[in-house]
Structures are given as structure tokens and as C-alpha cells.
């Protein structure tokens, strides 16, 4: 996923804020891993990045995402991301209905 994030100078370049299985995607397009891989093949390869999962910046490793996924293998990239999707939602849902979460909603900046 990705989202602009607010504009506050003139420059004509469109900015995005990649997070979850976007952010995840741009690591995997800059170490150029191949499928069928391995959680730990990933890891090594990608050195365990933290991704971010929501456009606020917070962020998981990708080894506890891995966890979650309770899948050690993925044939192509596409069953990668389809297996880490929900558990960049679901952690991105937790935050944003933490109290924290909510406070940060009301402010303006």
C-alpha cells in the first residue's frame, strides 16, 4: 500500500509513501531475489528489514511478519505477499485503534 503524504511545497513531483507489501516489494525488487525461496533465504538475503505498515512510519521486522505467516516456503513472489498482507493489516488495524492511534487521528499534524 502506499499513500501521498500532504503537499506543503510547489514541487511538481508526486511523492508516495510506500508501506506493508509495497515497502516489503521495493526490498525485494533492490536484493533481486528469485522464487521459489525460503523464510530463512529471505532473511539472509534481504538482511531483516524493518517494513513499515502504515503511512505513519511504524514498522515490523520482517522476521516477525515471517512468524506470523506460519509458512516457511513461498513458490513466487506473489504467494509471499499474499501470505504477508493481512499481517501488515492487522497490525496496521491494532495500531490505528490504540488509544495512541486514536489521539494521533484528532491532532492535525
Not at 25 to 35: I, K, N, P, Q, S
Not at 55 to 77: Q, Y
Request: net charge negative; proline share 6%; no cysteine.
Amino acid at each position: 500500500m502506499g499513500v501521498r503524504p500532504p503537499q506543503q511545497d510547489t514541487d511538481d513531483e508526486v511523492e508516495t509513501i510506500a508501506f506493508g507489501i509495497a515497502a516489503l516489494d521495493e526490498h525485494l525488487e533492490r536484493a533481486d531475489v528469485t522464487f521459489p525461496t525460503t523464510g530463512a533465504e529471505l532473511l539472509s538475503r534481504l538482511d531483516d528489514p524493518s517494513v513499515p505498515y502504515d503511512a505513519k512510519g511504524n514498522e515490523m521486522r520482517l522476521s516477525a511478519a515471517l512468524e506470523e505467516t506460519h509458512a516457511d516456503e513461498f513458490e513466487t513472489r506473489q504467494n509471499l505477499l499474499n501470505a504477508l498482507h493481512p499481517v501488515f493489516e492487522a497490525r496496521r488495524e491494532r495500531a490505528n485503534n490504540s488509544i495512541v492511534g486514536r489521539l494521533r487521528a484528532l491532532l492535525p499534524f
